[in-house]
């Protein structure tokens, strides 16, 4: 391959380079040992009026194993009304038809959601012991109406630490969500922090009023809980006005909570900690029929503190504010030049040589960018890496093997992906990332382009024995054409399932080999690599003679095993070590694999020998 030697000689050095800087990073992932459990306060009142007893008994029970903080959620009209806290009743004479009336459990709540519906501009009419109120329906469970105080007060009298859970009103303008952050509440010494409640954040729907409420978390000191996967309207934004003080949250809605198990639910809990170093857990209780029973739910938050603790984790708020961190400046401006050169290399084994000066001045370029605008710096270096390394890696195989070198080829082919993959691991180990405040850039150009240049130059360099009309038209079999509508089939299947919210969920027996895996190699290996892209590698090592069509198929599947390795370094948030068992797993487990393989293929043409012959 054109430029070999100064590929693998870069290599090495980003290799060297990036060693003190890994060191340094598995170091502070170690310091991250705090975790925060968070126990929903409206699942444990349900269970105490089933039980008929007084929540705080049952809070009692919990604190004695080491679960002292509640979510508390803002009250709501439906909530309200669920609680037989509000009773609707008939309009009084001569009130206005337009209005929904209920007749309050006590003074203090009809008074609370009178000065709340006041400050939001809402009419209130009140008639002795009924309240008038203008509430649309769509608004019955998203509009704040006021907080329990003396319940706060009773759980701080406990002992209990509080997250609040507030909701926002649309459009709210500055001055009125200062009004309502002006609530006793906040000032209770034992609120340590915000999780919303609804589909918005506080403030969200008016810039000003979204920073003011990051200014008021900021002045008081407390995390904004940026949930995974549920995609509240305005969290981004939040989190981008207070990163200091933003902690990723991990929960299980009640809606998809019925279709777990204590133990799936446990390890779905212990995989966001291990697996992407989240550090506040929210915990819903099962209140579905089919699991009903406090004891049940206690004796699953205990499993739960003790499968923690058996991480070698600790329980408590994670340090806050976090101590911001940025990868070397001249380990950047390293990156930028290996993965200029990279880039023309790649060029230079597609079309033809290009004059050297162009690696410096594409290093320089992209070196200007990393100081003038440090984060998109690092995401167009990082893509660049994305891109590249495994490409080259494939490339690189190719030719060595078509030279009979095959184990060199495969040492060096790791050696430059390697490379890339840290090009990126310590390039963009920035708390930004970590955070998940910023992300990846370009995932699926990353996860495409490889393997259609590699597709491309397979041709290109005619090591299939042809071109691509030749092998594709004019020499491929009927049976192989299946293999090819195959093929496309499986890589746009392999497009849609990447990512955490895949077009093509993961089946049933996939789930489970992922659990079985899961728990008895503590890192998951990822699927692409030890079902298809290691194994792939390893026939083509071992096979002589096949096909173009299948020599392709085992070249491109190589690929996508590369491509995945790569990606595995593209998730800034989960641990190194983590992600440097993963693909010790991941490559062990791929020798029994391509056993199974092995032994397939021999079968098969055996099979196709004999059977082939029949009525010749």
Not at 254 to 272: I, Q
Request: net charge positive.
């Amino acid at each position: 391959m054109p430029g070999r030697r100064l590929l693998v000689l870069l290599s090495i050095v980003v290799l060297a380079a990036a060693l003190p800087f890994a060191l340094e990073r598995v170091a502070r992932e170690r310091e991250n040992r705090s975790v925060l459990l968070v126990v929903d306060w409206d699942d444990l009142e349900w269970f105490a009026r089933t039980k008929g007893v007084d929540p705080l008994v049952l809070a009692r029970e919990l604190r004695q194993e080491g679960f002292t903080v509640f979510g508390v959620s803002e009250w709501s009209l439906k909530a309200l009304k669920a609680r037989g806290l509000l009773v609707p009743a008939p309009a009084p004479p001569d009130a206005p038809p337009y209005l929904q009336y209920f007749t309050g459990a006590s003074e203090a709540v009809r008074k609370t959601l009178a000065e709340r519906l006041n400050t939001l501009g809402k009419r209130v009419e009140v008639f002795g012991e009924v309240l008038g109120v203008s509430l649309l329906p769509e608004e019955e469970e998203k509009v704040g109406l006021g907080w329990d105080r003396d319940l706060i007060q009773r759980l701080r009298e406990e002992g209990c630490t509080l997250v609040l859970r507030p909701y926002n009103y649309l459009n709210v303008p500055p001055e009125v969500l200062s009004r309502l952050l002006g609530d006793d509440v906040w000032k209770n010494e034992g609120v340590v922090g915000v999780i919303a409640s609804g589909d918005s954040i506080p403030g969200y729907g008016n810039p000003q009023s979204l920073r003011r409420f990051a200014d008021f978390l900021s002045d008081r000191g407390l995390f904004f809980g940026y949930v995974e996967f549920v995609g509240q309207k305005g969290e981004d934004t939040l989190a981008r006005l207070v990163p200091q003080w933003t902690l990723r949250v991990h929960s299980i809605p009640p809606d998809e909570l019925k279709n777990y198990t204590p133990e799936t639910a446990r390890e779905r809990f212990l995989r966001a900690l291990r697996e992407r170093s989240v550090r506040v857990l929210y915990l819903r209780l099962f209140t579905e029929p089919s699991f009903t029973g406090w004891e049940r739910n206690f004796v699953y938050l205990q499993d739960l503190r003790k499968d923690i603790q058996a991480q070698g984790l600790a329980f408590g708020l994670p340090p806050l504010p976090h101590r911001a961190f940025a990868p070397s400046r001249a380990f950047l401006v390293l990156s930028a030049f290996v993965v200029s050169f990279f880039a023309l290399f790649l060029f230079e084994a597609l079309f033809f040589r290009p004059p050297l000066w162009l690696g410096f001045l594409g290093g320089v370029l992209l070196s200007v960018v990393v100081f003038t605008s440090p984060l998109w710096g690092m995401k167009v270096v990082g893509l660049c890496a994305g891109v590249t390394a495994p490409t080259l890696s494939v490339m690189l195989l190719v030719e060595e093997f078509s030279q009979g070198r095959k184990f060199r080829g495969i040492l060096e082919a790791f050696l430059v992906a390697f490379a890339g993959s840290l090009v990126i691991a310590q390039g963009l180990y920035h708390w930004l990332f970590v955070q998940r405040i910023e992300q990846y850039f370009g995932v699926k150009v990353m996860l495409t382009f490889p393997v259609v240049l590699v597709f491309l130059y397979l041709f290109r360099r005619r090591l299939l024995g042809g071109s691509l009309q030749e092998v594709l038209l004019g020499d491929l079999r009927r049976f192989e054409l299946l293999v090819a509508a195959f093929l496309g089939v499986a890589f746009v299947l392999y497009l849609t399932r990447s990512g955490n919210f895949p077009l093509l969920g993961a089946g049933r027996l996939e789930n489970q080999m992922r659990t079985f895996l899961e728990r008895i190699l503590f890192a998951r290996p990822r699927t692409k690599e030890f079902l298809v892209g290691y194994p792939a590698l390893w026939l083509l090592a071992s096979l002589r003679d096949l096909r173009p069509v299948y020599r392709m198929v085992l070249w491109l599947s190589a690929t996508v095993g590369f491509v995945t390795m790569v990606n595995s370094f593209c998730h800034l948030h989960t641990p190194l070590l983590f992600t440097l068992l993963r693909f010790a797993n991941a490559l062990s487990l791929s020798v029994p694999v391509f056993g199974v393989y092995y032994l397939a293929v021999l079968f098969a043409l055996w099979i196709w020998r004999t059977v082939g012959r029949w009525g010749a």
